[in-house]
DNA sequence: AACAAGCTATGTCGTACGTCATACCTTCGA
DNA sequence: TCGAAGGTATGACGTACGACATAGCTTGTT
């Protein structure tokens, strides 16, 4: 009843996942996906009949995906929200350090290229800080959705910021501010 | 010796800004610049032989140096590091719900879109982060250059998240954290 | 063996950036 | 005051590449 099945499809998103971190959207054309993956050309149009941004929807879900488990997984072995905040952020850092630099947020392309998949990275953004809240309620937080919020914001913040600069200075600068606050809000 | 002088040059820099600020680098193609500013096609040569590049490295810089004036001028006017926080993120606050959620930062997508602007990137960044540090020094804030970082993170990433969430909670939360924090650094 | 469904290679169209030959304006020299 | 020269500015073009669509092929099933 069919044909080989093929693995091209997953590939596609993972690499198009890494180069949309590298290097955003618009900068990445789908010849460069094809050529990571090493799938054949004419595949995209059947895999994704939206195209490119049926592409950079799955990328942005699966990336987001994985971001929840590792948040949920972070928050089980952590004994308080300070914890769960250095988990989240070192996260971060140690992909773009090991990247030298180079690998940012997949979502955050989406937002500043605006190629109407503005409402794929809000519900992204929305999912992150629902789950990050939820953990922190579960610590015992007060006001658990500003502090994601926070969280998520400065993640994001530092990851532009370190990779311009070429410098972890912003996440520790991140880190120490909201450890600071987490203290303060547990007092 | 010399022809008229034009102003289409500063006209096409101050569009391009714009344009960056709303779509990105990439997807901002040279005639959107030219419809917007009203320049005619074969000036963008002529005025920058580097092409698009030198386009955005001059548009990046003139954002800078308006930014830096801002925040001299709110640190004239404030009486402690708290208000100089306040007025930096109530500024990129106030541009993003006055653009009804358009208008991020011209920077931030030279950064996401590699394409050798990194650098021009790293200096913008640089050169706020040090006067945001010098002024709050003068404050009387011990590891001023900390809190810099921290505030310059807090903003680029509250510019992003409230974009996609069409939301000012990131500006609130971030504000919250970070004022939090000064209030502990001066006690 | 033949059919159907998944899969892939090639072709086409639109558009982006960069370039060039040309027209213009200003200033200097007579 | 007038003409010439040289920097200044511009509209039209070329080249290259990006995304998308279609026609053909492979594979597994009956």
């Given at each position: 009843?069919?044909?080989?099945?093929?693995?091209?499809?997953?590939?596609?998103v993972v690499?198009?996942r890494?180069?949309?971190?590298?290097?955003?959207?618009?900068?990445?054309?789908?010849?460069?996906?094809?050529?990571?993956?090493?799938?054949?050309?004419?595949?995209?149009?059947?895999?994704?009949?939206?195209?490119?941004?049926?592409?950079?929807?799955?990328a942005a879900d699966q990336h987001t995906s994985e971001l929840l488990e590792n948040i949920t997984l972070a928050a089980a072995e952590a004994?308080?929200?300070?914890?769960l905040?250095?988990a989240y952020?070192g996260l971060a850092?140690s992909n773009?350090?090991?990247?030298?630099?180079?690998?940012?947020c997949t979502i955050?392309?989406?937002?500043?290229?605006?190629?109407?998949?503005?409402?794929?990275?809000?519900r992204s953004f929305?999912l992150i800080i629902d789950t990050l809240?939820g953990h922190?309620?579960?610590?015992?937080?007060?006001?658990?959705?500003?502090?994601?919020?926070?969280?998520l914001?400065?993640v994001?913040?530092?990851?532009?910021?370190?990779?311009?600069?070429?410098?972890?200075?912003?996440?520790?600068?991140?880190?120490?501010?909201?450890?600071?606050?987490?203290?303060?809000?547990?007092?």
């Amino acid at each position: 009843m069919a044909g080989k099945r093929s693995d091209a499809r997953q590939k596609m998103v993972v690499a198009a996942r890494e180069l949309f971190r590298e290097q955003g959207y618009h900068a990445t054309a789908l010849s460069d996906v094809l050529k990571r993956s090493e799938a054949p050309r004419g595949s995209v149009y059947f895999h994704f009949p939206g195209g490119k941004a049926e592409l950079a929807t799955e990328a942005a879900d699966q990336h987001t995906s994985e971001l929840l488990e590792n948040i949920t997984l972070a928050a089980a072995e952590a004994t308080g929200p300070a914890d769960l905040v250095r988990a989240y952020l070192g996260l971060a850092r140690s992909n773009l350090v090991a990247s030298d630099y180079r690998q940012g947020c997949t979502i955050a392309p989406l937002v500043l290229e605006s190629d109407g998949l503005d409402d794929v990275a809000g519900r992204s953004f929305t999912l992150i800080i629902d789950t990050l809240a939820g953990h922190f309620a579960t610590f015992g937080v007060p006001d658990a959705h500003e502090l994601a919020h926070a969280v998520l914001a400065g993640v994001e913040g530092a990851l532009i910021t370190a990779r311009a600069l070429r410098s972890t200075a912003p996440f520790d600068a991140v880190q120490t501010v909201l450890e600071s606050h987490v203290e303060r809000l547990l007092k």
